[in-house]
């Protein structure tokens, strides 16, 4: 879409078709530039469900035509200005957004090879709630495309295609902490009452065994009280818990 930035592809070490090939061969869609509320996770995983961002994203045609299938109906529902009738909330979750929509309904994946085009346009979702989360809509969508686009610019030259696209199962492929295509992070900023802190710097996922040359999280922000060693204490707790299981 037109507030995608595909700028950064410039800053690549492969081409897109060695990129194209090496994405998994089970995917519905592929989520390529993201807004994440903490954390932008550049290399590629399940999509998580504060993966937020539309701008450019891979669908195939048959994931594209069970969309069609499933929005678009026969029945008294809302008429399109051609007469074409459409079902929007009947999404797998039942909310018409486009992540949704889109994400949603097969095997989707991420991995933030380009970027949102921050303009500073307001949000038209739930414009019931109030300017105040408009506000943060523009602070997420404006901390999340600095990042992404400094680590692009500073180590996109070294970041190498088995790197980015190296799959690491955790958790069911579920990085500590999140739930992929499930609930937002408990550590998310919006889970404390304290006002948001943002902290934009690379730093390797919270896991026991760390990788800092290979790494590609870019933080975006964390709640109020929670710093970095106190993330990784809770992250090594939830893997003792998940290999208990």
Do not use: C
């Not at 592929?30 to 994203?57: E, K, M, W």
């Not at 692009?152 to 190296?166: A, D, F, I, K």
């Not at 934009?200 to 800092?212: I, K, M, V």
């Amino acid at each position: 879409e037109d507030d995608a930035d595909i700028e950064q592809a410039s800053h690549w070490s492969f081409a897109w078709e060695e990129f194209f090939d090496a994405l998994p061969v089970d995917y519905d869609t592929v989520q390529l530039s993201l807004i994440n509320t903490q954390r932008v996770h550049v290399s590629l995983h399940p999509r998580f469900s504060n993966d937020y961002g539309a701008a450019a994203y891979l669908v195939t045609r048959h994931h594209a035509t069970k969309l069609l299938r499933q929005h678009v109906v026969s029945d008294d529902a809302v008429d399109s200005d051609d007469g074409v009738k459409y079902r929007l909330d009947n999404s797998a979750t039942g909310i018409a957004t486009s992540e949704e929509i889109l994400f949603h309904a097969g095997r989707g994946y991420a991995v933030a090879v380009f970027n949102y085009r921050y303009r500073g346009m307001r949000t038209t979702i739930h414009q019931h709630e109030g300017e105040s989360l408009e506000r943060d809509h523009d602070l997420i969508q404006q901390r999340s495309s600095k990042p992404g686009r400094e680590f692009w610019e500073q180590h996109g030259s070294t970041t190498t295609l088995s790197v980015l696209m190296r799959f690491v199962s955790l958790g069911f492929n579920r990085p500590p902490l999140y739930d992929a295509q499930g609930r937002i992070p408990p550590i998310s900023g919006y889970d404390s009452p304290e006002p948001h802190r943002f902290d934009a710097h690379l730093g390797s996922f919270p896991t026991r065994e760390r990788d800092d040359e290979n790494d590609l999280d870019v933080m975006v922000g964390y709640a109020a009280g929670y710093e970095p060693r106190e993330l990784y204490r809770l992250a090594a707790a939830f893997e003792d818990a998940t290999a208990a299981n």
